[in-house]
């Protein structure tokens, strides 16, 4: 069964810093790649998605991420954080050619800007 | 814009109750979703339907169900609430055109006493 993981269950950085949040999945065939981002006590938005094509994708919010087949990840980066970026952050795979479009989660990174 | 709306950000009920969480979509799409939410599990798929009537069991269904009778609405069921049902419940929508990217609600908060 296919699989996502955030080893980062928390992550500090301080406002105008640097930030990648990590992603790696367990799937033979390349997925459909997603990251949403939740703030607190709202739904979930997605920031960018990757199907195919360019591996590094552009988002919402100065977000993008990067594909790496070799490694199986997708991890998220921000060359310069604000303070509104603290929320939930998720990473999510859709096996291609699924049937029900069911997203698998992984179990998110809590991000934490220091002032 | 694509809009799911979920009836209640906030439910409190009672152990043995039955309780509805209800969502629409406006976009006109098949699929529909519900997920819970808990710290440290991230998102668990509950259930999902893909048409009218129609329905499958996600990763973890015992304790709920689902009715899907209209395209645009897809309730949550919980015929007896337990405490271990309380939780955050997202419903999204996928769009499963070129996109293919699932549309949330801003979720409800359901305690269970």
């Known amino acids: 069964a296919q699989s996502v993981t955030q080893p980062d269950i928390h992550i500090t950085v301080s406002e105008g810093a640097s930030l990648e949040l990590r992603c790696n999945y367990s799937?033979?065939?390349?997925?459909?790649l997603f990251w949403y981002v939740q703030s607190p006590g709202q739904g979930l938005q997605l920031l960018l998605k990757?199907?195919?094509?360019?591996?590094l994708v552009q988002g919402i919010k100065g977000f993008e991420a990067e594909f790496k087949r070799s490694q199986s990840s997708f991890n998220l980066r921000k060359p310069s954080v604000h303070w509104s970026d603290a929320a939930e952050y998720f990473c999510?795979?859709?096996?291609f050619g699924g049937g029900a479009d069911g997203l698998t989660f992984g179990k998110g990174t809590h991000l934490i800007i220091q002032p | 814009d694509v809009k799911v709306t979920q009836s209640s950000r906030y439910l409190v009920k009672r152990t043995g109750e039955k309780v509805f969480l209800e969502c629409v979509q406006d976009?006109?799409?098949?699929?529909m979703f519900w997920y819970r939410q808990d710290p440290g599990l991230g998102l668990r798929l509950i259930y999902f339907?893909?048409?009218?009537?129609?329905?499958e069991k996600g990763d973890i269904p015992e304790g709920y169900s689902v009715s899907r009778e209209k395209k645009e609405r897809f309730s949550l069921i919980l015929e007896s609430a337990s405490t271990n049902q309380t939780s955050m419940y997202l419903c999204?929508?996928?769009?499963?055109?070129?996109?293919?990217?699932?549309?949330f609600g801003a979720g409800t908060r359901l305690s269970v006493l």
């Open positions: 999510a795979v859709r096996l």
């Open positions: 799937y033979g065939a390349t997925p459909y």
């Open positions: 990757y199907f195919s094509g360019d591996t």
């Open positions: 976009m006109d799409h098949e699929n």
């Open positions: 339907s893909y048409d009218v009537k129609m329905k």
């Open positions: 999204a929508s996928v769009d499963r055109g070129v996109s293919n990217i699932q549309y």
